[in-house]
């Protein structure tokens, strides 16, 4: 039996990943932060699942702390990542844990003599190129080619976690679209994207670029939202160039803050269509939301 490590494992991705490897007969350790271990037992707030029962052993550290990694791979075929600071609210930045957390596990890895790693960065990665995020994970993933380790970096779209917003502002009673919102993406739910990224530690491609099944414009998944919740679009776009200006303004307050808007700013001003696959639509995830939120 293979033994795999997902780092990441309480985030979006990687509960659906931790179960996707245990359902494929995996032996499973997680590594996870003492504070985010009730995540384990909990339903995700973009619905991802409990995933206590698809756990084998729960490794206890923090991936900016070498001391607290010792063991982490010992025994270990394949490690998978999805760790990063996209939601984080921490005093770290996206070298600290998106470059040197993902280099202190490759470290491990290639002393304890892991097989493969495969690790999660995002499409389009040259549009951010000048973003921290971007440079952060991207160094990382040459790091990665450079080590010698087989490896797969995955390369998604958009996630359904992330398209939750557009719901969220209908329910609110108006959506905001930066310019127009005729760019188009195929965001792909997290079951849809695990299979790929456990598909990967079977296969032998290392670029795997994904996005879900069906492909929808920024106003398209708008018009969704309200179509779901049963009311009228309210559909507000925001000319692009006052936006650029705002966010600028932001450069030199909140760097962080920074990187997410201008993140989001270039996401909507470009194609994001990637090889379709997986069965999910939106439409079905925005009414299983919907649904999990009126039980609350
Ligand atoms: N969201 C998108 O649309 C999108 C699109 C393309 C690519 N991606 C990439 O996919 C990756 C995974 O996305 P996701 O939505 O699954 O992210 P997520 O839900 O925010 O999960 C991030 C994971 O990283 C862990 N982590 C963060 N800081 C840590 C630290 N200091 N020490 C240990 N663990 C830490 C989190 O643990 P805690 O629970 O302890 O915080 C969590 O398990 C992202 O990093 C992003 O670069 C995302």
Redesign the pocket.
């Known amino acids: 039996m293979k033994k795999v490590l997902v ?8 509960k659906y990943v931790t179960r996707d490897f245990k359902e494929r007969g995996y032996w499973v350790r997680v ?3 003492e ?2 271990l009730n ?1 384990l037992e909990e339903v995700g707030p973009f619905l991802q699942p409990p995933i206590k029962d698809y756990i084998d052993d729960i490794f206890i550290g ?3 702390e070498p001391r607290t990694l010792q063991g982490l791979c010992n025994d270990i075929d394949i490690v998978f990542s ?7 609210r ?1 005093k ?1 930045s996206f070298w600290d ?2 470059y040197r ?1 993902n280099k202190n596990i490759l470290e491990l890895s290639l002393n304890a003599g892991v097989q493969k790693f495969i690790f ?4 389009n990665a040259h549009l951010f190129s000048e973003l921290e995020i971007a440079k952060a ?1 991207e160094k990382f993933v040459e790091d990665l080619k450079n080590s010698g380790i087989d490896y797969a970096v995955i390369r ?4 359904f ?2 398209a939750t917003e557009f719901l969220n502002m209908a329910l609110s009673g108006r959506v905001y679209l930066i310019g127009k919102g005729e760019n188009k993406i195929n965001p792909i739910h997290g079951a849809d994207l695990a299979k790929v990224c456990v598909d990967a530690a079977e296969k032998g491609e290392r670029e795997i670029a994904v996005g879900g099944p069906v492909i929808y414009t920024y106003r398209e998944i708008a018009e969704l939202a309200f179509s779901v919740i049963g009311r009228e679009p309210k559909i507000t776009s925001i000319p692009v160039t006052p936006l650029k200006l705002l966010v600028e303004m932001i450069r030199p307050f909140n760097k962080h803050y920074y990187t997410l808007a201008k993140f989001f700013l270039t996401a909507m001003q470009n194609d994001f269509v990637a090889p379709q696959t997986g069965s999910h639509t939106l439409e079905k995830y925005y009414e299983e939301f919907l649904r999990h939120r009126r039980k609350k």
């Open positions: 780092a990441g494992a309480t985030g979006y991705l990687g590594l996870v932060r504070k985010s995540k923090e991936i900016t999805s760790v990063g600071i996209t939601r984080q921490d770290v844990v998106d957390g999660v960065s995002a499409f994970r998604p779209t958009g996630y976690s992330d």
